[in-house]
T-cell receptor
């Protein structure tokens, strides 16, 4: 079946602009995670959704970052007033209780470049 | 913050040799997982070992876990050029199953 998809695959924007990154999880997966990976580092947790609600947003770096999942499926990560330090690959993952909630399936990521 | 720390940071071996990668972590865990990443994009789940397990096998992969030392190792036997990638260990402490990753190991397998 289809895996986790993310759009766009690449996004180049200017400092100060607003961006939206989209994640389509595997159908039926109730848990959805966003991570951010800077060059040469491992992914770092941003936010976790269980269904429609953000169950843990402790990884969001500041209030410029926000994510939604209004219908419990697709999620959008929103970044306001982008800064050069926001440049990274943003990864989305989903999981379901049936697969063992800890087994997360990752999308290909969106590479964000802030000029 | 990153909990896991992999060792070595980079490893270069000949095709057919075994590759051993190590990971240490700091806090108690529910499970530890290993992922592979090609070209800095999507992560592929390789294997999960629970805190009450000591060793697990999957194909050419063997993972061990020593909770007393807070460490794990991943062994890839009979390596292939296609195994060239970055490998990450990730710990699940049970808090919403969010994963904490190490910085990764770059494995190069020479044909």
């Amino acid at each position: 079946g289809a895996g986790v998809s993310q759009t766009p695959s690449n996004k180049v924007t200017e400092k100060g602009k607003y961006v939206e990154l989209r994640c389509d999880p595997i159908s039926g997966h109730t848990a959805l995670y966003w991570y951010r990976q800077s060059l040469g580092q491992g992914p770092e947790f941003l936010i976790y959704f269980q269904g429609t609600g953000a169950a843990d947003d402790s990884g969001l770096p500041n209030d410029r970052f926000f994510a939604v999942r209004p219908e419990g499926s697709v999620s959008t990560l929103k970044i306001q007033r982008t800064e050069r330090g926001d440049s990274a690959v943003y990864l989305c993952a989903s999981s379901s209780p049936r697969s063992g909630r800890a087994s997360q399936y990752f999308g290909p990521g969106t590479r964000l470049t802030v000029l | 913050s990153q909990q896991g720390e992999e060792d070595p940071q980079a490893l270069s071996i000949q095709e057919g040799e075994n590759a051993t990668m190590n990971c240490s972590y700091k806090t108690s865990i529910n499970n530890l997982q290993w992922y592979r990443q090609n070209s800095g994009r999507g992560l592929v789940h390789l294997i999960l070992i629970r805190s009450n397990e000591r060793e697990k096998h999957s194909g050419r992969l063997r993972v061990t876990l020593d909770t007393s030392k807070k460490s794990s190792s991943l062994l890839i036997t009979a390596s292939r050029a296609a195994d060239t990638a970055s490998y990450f260990c990730a710990t699940d402490t049970g808090a919403n199953s969010k994963l904490t990753f190490g910085k990764g190991i770059t494995l190069s397998v020479r044909p």
